[in-house]
């Protein structure tokens, strides 16, 4: 009884870290996106030079 509770723990353990890992993929695709349209749609200074639209 005991290998058959480890053996479905290891499977439910797996299939969290996999959705997880899925879902964490679609963050870092979204991030990347808005990091993207940013870096095209940034303004541009009073003194005319192009800034980061970041402040770090």
């Known amino acids: ?3 058959l509770l480890l053996v479905l723990l290891l ?5 969290g ?3 997880a890992l899925k879902i964490l993929w679609w ?3 979204i ?3 808005v990091w ?3 870096f095209v749609a940034r ?3 009073p003194s005319g030079s192009r ?6």
């Open 51 to 56: 800034h980061r639209w970041y402040r770090w």
């Open 1 to 3: 009884m005991v290998p």
């Open 11 to 15: 499977a439910l353990l797996l299939f």
């Open 43 to 45: 303004g541009t200074h």
């Open 31 to 33: 991030v990347l996106a």
């Open 17 to 19: 870290a996999g959705f």
């Open 27 to 29: 963050v870092a695709v």
């Open 36 to 38: 993207l349209i940013g």
